[in-house]
């Protein structure tokens, strides 16, 4: 009977002594619609607060590839006024998520040079293929969130 108490005891404190482990995703953008884009930026930003206000730790990473590569482009010159103010917007509220919500912003290099994108703002990470980066992402236990 005492051993069975002491066994109690300990997986109690064993399990009041563990850390709640980070939700992990990676939102993998790859669609070209600059409103859907903005959308679900907002919702990621959404989400991290939720979490924030439920005391819940979270680890994102934002993945952009294939059509979503214009968004971080540097360059916008050349582009219609109104499609430039839209990736502009977009841009802020990728900074908004790194700077605030420590959420990582990473591009495709590959992505990169066919979409001839040859600078990315300073919050942007170019990894050299991100499908790559997904798979290991997803290896190490982050949910994998399609735009």
């Not at 066994?7 to 709640?20: D, T, Y």
């Not at 930026?41 to 994102?60: C, H, M, N, P, V």
Request: proline letters at 4%; hydrophobic letters at 45%; charged letters at 25%.
């Amino acid at each position: 009977m005492r051993g069975l108490v002491l066994s109690g005891l300990l997986a109690v404190s064993l399990a009041l002594g563990q850390e709640e482990k980070p939700l992990k995703a990676v939102f993998d953008c790859a669609v070209g619609d600059l409103d859907w884009i903005s959308l679900r930026l907002s919702l990621i930003k959404k989400t991290a607060e939720s979490l924030i206000k439920e005391g819940k730790s979270y680890r994102f990473v934002v993945t952009i590839h294939s059509h979503c590569i214009p968004v971080v482009n540097k360059d916008l010159s050349g582009l219609p006024k109104k499609k430039a103010e839209k990736i502009k917007f977009i841009q802020e509220q990728l900074r908004t998520l790194k700077e605030i919500y420590e959420v990582d912003i990473k591009a495709c290099g590959i992505a990169m040079e066919r979409g001839k994108v040859k600078a990315v703002p300073s919050f942007v990470e170019t990894v050299p293929n991100s499908w790559i980066t997904l798979i290991e992402l997803q290896n190490s236990g982050y949910a994998f969130v399609p735009f």
